[in-house]
């Protein structure tokens, strides 16, 4: 189950990447459990509905986080009887789970900000507000750093979308202590507002979360650019006069590909059969760590142009 990252990068041990996986869900965990305890003591000192919004998104990420790590250490289960594709799928299943949580953090976000515009109430403790988000961006960002090591060694999803979620929370810790700052100076409103724009946040964050689950489970084909590499290298193999019926899949970080390709009809079947291992040798060359299944017909082999 070697990996390479989506950028290419070179690829590890499946032992290698086992644990990477693990440490970085462990690290996301760990992270967002400091934040939550920092930040609900600094809303609660302070009385920010903007910190509450990032109090409530910490707490979403720290849900989040837990039902990655969990589903990602089952997702390293390896294949068995009764799952003879592996657990890949548990992947999407926890999106599913994340979206209905971060969706009612959302809408109990709206909430408050909509309460706090109409009865604006002043932010108290401002200094203590302001260091919790500092340190947030800088755990934020030490993390965010690590998580992209481990996407290039092993091309996780899960962790490719973890990494994505808290990019963004880094602009939204950055509006949250402009609010901070305003409301200190007066201008109450502008901390309920920036809490009303996060909130909205969120909810798309989820909605988004949701849809990609969704299309896992749903068996989506791979996108057009993947399948156009696939197609290129059957294409550029000796003896293969033709293709169709390309069929791919994704289960968790596992690619599954089907295609019917096209061999001259009077050649022996040991030759056949090793011009089809040369085939799927290479899309596995292409792309490390896919499923690969392929059927063989034959053609007259004055067919010369490879159909898709």
């Known amino acids: 189950m070697s990996r390479a990252g989506p950028s290419g990068s070179g690829p590890c041990t499946p032992e290698q990447a086992a644990s990477l996986l693990r440490r970085a869900t462990l690290a996301s965990v760990s992270v967002a459990l400091i934040l939550i305890v920092s930040k609900a003591v600094a809303w609660w000192l302070s009385g920010s509905v903007a910190l509450l919004a990032s109090l409530l998104d910490s707490m979403m990420d720290g849900g989040a986080s837990l039902v990655t790590?969990?589903?990602?250490?089952?997702?390293?289960?390896?294949?068995?009887?009764?799952?003879?594709?592996?657990?890949?799928?548990?992947?999407?299943?926890?999106?599913?789970?994340?979206?209905?949580?971060?969706?009612?953090?959302?809408?109990?976000?709206?909430?408050?900000?909509?309460?706090?515009?109409?009865n604006p109430a002043p932010v108290s403790a401002t200094g203590i507000a302001l260091a919790v988000m500092l340190l947030s961006v800088v755990l934020t960002v030490l993390l965010v750093r690590y998580q992209r090591h481990v996407v290039r060694q092993t091309g996780s999803t899960a962790i490719a979308g973890d990494a994505l979620h808290y990019v963004s929370d880094l602009a939204m810790n950055l509006a949250i202590i402009g609010a901070i700052i305003a409301a200190h100076f007066g201008y109450l409103r502008v901390d309920a507002v920036v809490a009303l724009l996060i909130g909205g946040y969120i909810l798309y964050a989820a909605w988004q979360i949701g849809y990609q689950a969704a299309q896992l489970l749903l068996d989506r084909e791979l996108d057009d650019a993947l399948r156009q590499q696939i197609s290129a290298v059957i294409a550029a193999q000796p003896g293969v006069l033709g293709f169709h019926d390309l069929r791919t899949r994704q289960s968790g970080r596992t690619r599954f590909i089907q295609v019917h390709v096209e061999l001259d009809g009077a050649q022996r079947l040991d030759q056949a059969h090793g011009r089809i291992v040369e085939v799927g040798e290479a899309i596995r060359s292409a792309m490390p760590g896919a499923e690969v299944i392929i059927h063989a017909d034959p053609v007259e082999a004055t067919r010369v142009d490879p159909v898709p």
């Not at 548990?90 to 515009?117: C, H, M, P």
Request: hydrophobic content about 50%; proline content about 2%.
């Open 69 to 118: 790590l969990l589903a990602v250490r089952y997702s390293l289960m390896p294949a068995d009887a009764e799952h003879r594709f592996g657990h890949g799928k548990a992947e999407a299943l926890a999106g599913l789970g994340q979206a209905a949580f971060i969706t009612l953090s959302g809408l109990f976000l709206l909430y408050e900000g909509v309460n706090r515009v109409i």
